[in-house]
T-cell receptor, first 115, second 112 residues
């Protein structure tokens, strides 16, 4: 079945450590996105990529980094510079940019806890 | 800046009821609007996408309408079932930075 796989489901890290969240899709989608979800808030965009080797900052990119070396993969690194990293992280993809009326497909998320 | 409000924040109904979830947005210059469902601890599932030129979109027991000029969309769920229990989120797209703006959702519980 085609879909988006995020791993791990739960991740625990000590403060000051960098951590990388994995996102892989086999939908052959061009565009991929990372969102952060906090209780009582809407999803907020961290980074997005519309094509391999290119990505743009979203609303809350500070303290995060990404790469897009392959079409199917879009890993997110949460660095020690992110002041409040504990959150639920969601990866999504779409066949083309949202401009082209392509619905978003989401993975099942990674819950990151930093202590 | 686009702001999205979903009312009510939570809703509990008995099985079989028809119900309406509301979504309002401040910037009416949207390209499309998506409705999603989220189960606890899971990702989002796309339910319906309404293009700016459309007034309605239907999928099974779900019907979404869009009134762009007034900045409103509604999701109508017919003959609700316990399996419909989830959080429903709307997300209009205004073409800025290729991003959707998400509401905080309506948490729906359908009881037996």
């Amino acid at each position: 079945d085609g879909g988006i796989t995020q791993s791990p489901k739960y991740l625990f890290r000590k403060e000051g450590q960098n951590v990388t969240l994995s996102c892989e899709q086999n939908l052959n989608h061009d565009a991929m996105y990372w969102y952060r979800q906090d209780p009582g808030q809407g999803l907020r965009l961290i980074y997005y990529s519309q094509i391999v080797n290119d990505f743009q900052k979203g609303d809350i990119a500070e303290g995060y980094s990404v790469s897009r070396e392959k079409k199917e993969s879009f890993p997110l690194t949460v660095t020690s510079a992110q002041k409040n990293p504990t959150a639920f992280y969601l990866c999504a993809s779409s066949a083309a940019g949202v401009t082209y009326n392509s619905p978003l497909h989401f993975g099942n998320g990674t819950r990151l806890t930093v202590t | 800046k686009q702001e999205v409000t979903q009312i009510p924040a939570a809703l509990s109904v008995p099985e079989g009821e028809n119900l309406v979830l509301n979504c309002s947005f401040t910037d009416s210059a949207i390209y499309n609007l998506q409705w999603f469902r989220q189960d606890p601890g899971k990702g989002l599932t796309s339910l319906l996408l309404i293009q700016s030129s459309q007034r309605e979109q239907t999928s099974g027991r779900l019907n979404a309408s869009l009134d762009k000029s007034s900045g409103r969309s509604t999701l109508y769920i017919a003959a609700s079932q316990p399996g419909d229990s989830a959080t429903y989120l709307c997300a209009p797209y205004t073409g800025t930075a290729s991003k959707l703006t998400f509401g905080t959702g309506t948490r729906l519980q359908v009881t037996l």
